[in-house]
T-cell receptor, first 112, second 109 residues
């Protein structure tokens, strides 16, 4: 049972490049989340999904897009990366609206 | 809107009790959570409390909830060096989990 798996674990991008972060969960959870973690700012919610085919904006959605075509996968896209998007990105999933969230190990992204 | 606030740093000596505090703004939150993050890892749920409870105890952990003041605290008894980590409080609000900034707990031997 892998839980929540994020791919890749590390990535360096040049300004203006695009990339997609993949989150996969094998727990049949309905809810999935993308957060970014920056020093002194905790975790800030980027986008989230309450079920397959649905997405919604969180606190800091600008510059990111998401898709949830399959229940087990939640993709986070950066169309044109900026240095301000340098961060550690965490994906999480939950079985219920107010249930325990299970986190992936994080993706460390550096935009130069 | 929803907002969760925590102090950023706490230092204690091994064997002492640690108390980490949190304030939140959404009085309709049903559950409030404490998560722990060890270096280089994701977050893991430590404990949670229902909004209709005042206190919850789980081994060395005690959670206190003051709904009137919207204040949540986590007490760790007999703090050990292995408790050194970042601790996040979080509230669940309309399908979203909102986290505080995290409190770094440093445990000195």
């Amino acid at each position: 049972n892998a839980g929540v798996t994020q791919t890749p674990k590390f990535r360096v991008l040049k300004t203006g490049q695009s990339m997609t972060l993949l989150c996969a969960q094998d727990m049949n959870h309905e809810y999935m989340y993308w957060y970014r973690q920056d020093p002194g700012m905790g975790l800030r919610l980027i986008h989230y999904s309450v079920g397959e085919g649905t997405t919604a904006k969180g606190e800091v959605p600008d510059g990111y897009n998401v898709s949830r075509l399959k229940k087990q996968n939640f993709l986070l896209g950066l169309e044109s990366a900026a240095p301000s998007q340098t961060s550690v990105y965490f994906c999480a999933s939950s079985y219920a609206r107010e249930g325990e969230a299970f986190f992936g190990q994080g993706t460390r992204l550096t935009v130069v | 809107g929803e907002d969760v606030e925590q102090s950023l740093f706490l230092s204690v000596r091994e064997g002492d009790s640690s108390v980490i505090n949190c304030t939140y703004t959404d009085s309709s939150s049903t559950y409030l959570y404490w998560y722990k993050q060890e270096p280089g890892a994701g977050l893991q749920l430590l404990t949670y409390i229902f909004s209709n409870m005042d206190m919850k105890q789980d081994q060395r952990l005690t959670v206190l909830l003051n709904k009137k003041d919207k204040h949540l605290s986590l007490r760790i008894a007999d703090t050990q060096t292995g408790d050194s980590a970042i601790y996040f409080c979080a509230e669940a609000h309309t399908g979203k989990l909102i986290f505080g900034q995290g409190t770094t707990l440093q445990v000195k031997p």
